[in-house]
């Protein structure tokens, strides 16, 4: 969702081409999502949730190979940014459970396809 400051926007000149309104909103989300994912961390991370829905916290935490406390901030920025969500359970030691939201998928998506591409 577009801050205060982006609201000040009127519109963006980009290689001659004007966005306004909804061109506008989809080009701040899309640098949104992938400001979100320039991190090694959140980009392993997201593409074990992609993987692997309905991973346990503990399982991204040994994958990674990082703290916890890390993860679960990474996790919170994936989740802020609507790449995806948790469902917390309290059973044992698996806490909480994570899976991709629709946002997160059609990214996944963009982002295998521009890799073959390359």
């Known amino acids: 969702m577009p801050t205060a400051t982006t609201a000040r926007w009127v519109d963006i000149e980009m290689q001659g081409t004007t966005l306004e309104g909804n061109e506008l909103k989809l080009a701040y989300e899309k640098l949104r999502v992938y400001s979100v994912l320039d ?3 959140r980009l392993k991370a997201f593409f074990l949730i992609s993987d692997h829905p309905g991973i346990k916290f503990n399982d991204v ?4 190979k990082v703290r916890k406390s890390l993860i679960a901030y ?6 802020s940014a609507g790449l995806v969500n ?8 698996a806490t909480s459970s994570y899976w991709p939201t629709e946002l997160g998928k059609s990214t996944m998506d963009e982002l295998r396809s521009r890799m073959r591409k390359a």
């Open 39 to 41: 991190n090694p961390i």
């Open 86 to 93: 948790f469902r917390y359970e309290r059973r044992g030691k």
């Open 61 to 64: 935490v040994s994958s990674t």
């Open 74 to 79: 990474h996790l919170g920025l994936l989740k």
